[in-house]
């Protein structure tokens, strides 16, 4: 896995530094793909205790529990298949959730009004207005959440945020970002009975009743609209993190987006899209394809290019360019480091759950970061621009729209209402 | 088996009648209505004693304003002795022999012409398998139908050509709709081709035929179908709404994302009212059959409650 090996031994050893009262008792809901970081990511923190791993399929959970075991022998958690029993668990101080988007959102409120505190994966959830309840659950419950948007602890963003906010470019006027690629489609499959290792029902959870068939379930479920936004809505929270790190931009008042959707297949989130935002005083404009003005633009299949009076950033997850008149650097020495720079985006979250401070990709953040992606899915899958009032979160003159702001779950899920 | 007979034999009744009433006619006898010549060009086409007639040799063609993908286009032509024109068919009038064919109207020249280039042949694509009656001076009758990957050519009620463009080569990358065409004048100065009786039986706006269309295996057919399926609107709601029920996934894929695309529209604050409540009254009798699954209902009632979404939020 990359991670060194150390001893049961050493373990042990480590274990012992921090007394029983210090550690961070940890749950893990939904273990395969980004759960599996999940894992190795947290039980390697020596105040960290791996207690519980839930899984609605148990082919995950029995790979979770070697995996587990690998990185840290000594781990000896309880396995559920219902997370329920970890909301129940009065022992447990955290949850981390990596489950498909649909499911965030009420994870998190459960385990909030639980006591618990939540390292919650990307998007922060499924629509718009669980985004708002949330918010107004993590005050009354007095949680400590932290969006799994690791990129955002990285020196490079933290760097970039430096440099935009120096004003050394300017008065930033225009953001370009982009993700290259979109929603495969996935083919037409038969529907078929789920396999006995999964509880479909439970897998869908609120979502709307569907047949089995293996794509619509692990990893390609994210293509589509039942469960998530397509490679739009994994990707935006990566790299509009960064635009949202560096100006907050506010005012959001129109919302435009273009593309289509797969033909070849059941998939229905965008094979492209591509969005116009205008925020007070700040276009932003999201492509599927990089900016053909942007320099070095085409080889990034992802990215961020500020247009500022006096120069322009362009950047990554790992990389930097500015330009300033002629001058091409990756780095304005003039720019002093005034941001204190994340210990890490998991460390960062386990220091907020003992200090009760928030963490960087808190809650609040998150949600305002999210909130654009929402209506822009809402705008491709109306084809029609939008207007938004930023001030009462509500589309002008819309019904439709405002009414895909939320969805109505499926019995017997449902969301609290504050 | 005598059944089966007397079935077929009343349903070819039914389609030859509603062949005959859902056909209208594209030209009026008097002008140049529905029709247009690409600008810039000298006019290939003029209106004489109620025909159509070309004029100066290798000028404007002369174009369909819609364009169709599907139908049975009927026409009545007379060439002059050497006389050269064609029928261009699902063309892009910018770059109608790349994007589209030609069905030909040839005198019998010297040098004799082969299959493969005489009248009925898809010019170059498909030979005639059965040669009309290339008479030169008299009123032929012709009929071009398309229906999806099926070309059909009659020339005086026999069938001269058949062609399935999924196996032609060359044919694969042409459009499935476009403009049809009347090629100007292709002979000699002097020369000509008249036409007269045209009409079209479009089959993209009957409900049930695009309905079909939404099974087909061709990507582009299915994408046809689904563009034809959303010009209809709310006639189409029903067809959709059983299509999701039925068990065939890929008509199931395309039928929920059209309607989607139906109540999206509909629910358009500049959604003209009339279209708007006949979606709502389409979607609101299909969600109330009790044969449907849960899941379906489920959707269609997701779908109108979007549509009748709280109006003062409006």
Known sequence: MGYPLITNACLKAIEDTVPPSDRIRVAHIGTGNMGGAHINWFTRFPDVETVALCDVDQTHLENAQKRLASVNPLAKPDTYTDFRHIMDRKDIDVVTCATPDHWHALIALMAFESGKDVYGEKPLSFSAHEGNVMLQSIKKYDRIFQLGTHIHAGDNYHRVAEIIQSGVLGKIHTVRLWKKGGSPGLGFPQNEEPPKTLDWNMWLGPAPYAEYTPVRCHRTFRYFFDYSGGVFGDFWCHIADIMHMSLSPKGLHSIDARGEIPTDGIADTPKWIDVDFKFKDLDVFWTTTPPPEVEGAEGMHIGAHFEGENGTLTCDYETRRVTIGNEVMNDVQEVAITLPRSPGHQRNFLDSVKSRIQPESNLEYAREMTLPMHLALISFRLKRKLTWDSAKERFVDDAAANFLLSREYREPWSLPTF | MKKTVAL????????????QNGAVSLFNGKDLTNWKMLPGKVPGFEVTEGNLVTTPPNSSDLFTEEWYGNYVFKFEYLLSEVGNSGVLIRCDPENPWGTGVEVQLLAPWTPYRDD???????YGYVPVHNRPDETTGIWHEMEIKCDRNIITISVDGEITTIANTDTVKGMEEKLLEGAIGFQSNHSNEGEHAKFRKVS?????????????????????????????ARSIGAPMV???????????????????????????EASSPDARKDMRNSVIKALKKSSRKKSYTQDVSDYLERLLAMLTSDSSLR
Request: hydrophobic fraction near 40%; glycine fraction near 6%; charge should be neutral.
């Open chain 2, 8 to 19: 077929l034999a009343l349903l070819t009744i039914l389609f030859s009648c509603k062949t």
């Open chain 2, 116 to 122: 493969l280039h005489c009248t009925g042949s898809l």
């Open chain 2, 200 to 228: 079209i039986r479009n089959f993209d706006i009957d409900p049930e035929y695009v309905a079909r269309g939404f099974y087909e295996k061709d990507v582009r057919v299915r994408e046809q179908a689904y563009r034809s």
């Open chain 2, 238 to 264: 029903g067809h959709l709404a059983e299509m999701m029920s039925e068990g065939n996934i890929t008509a199931y894929s395309g039928a929920k994302k059209l309607l989607f695309d139906l109540s999206a």
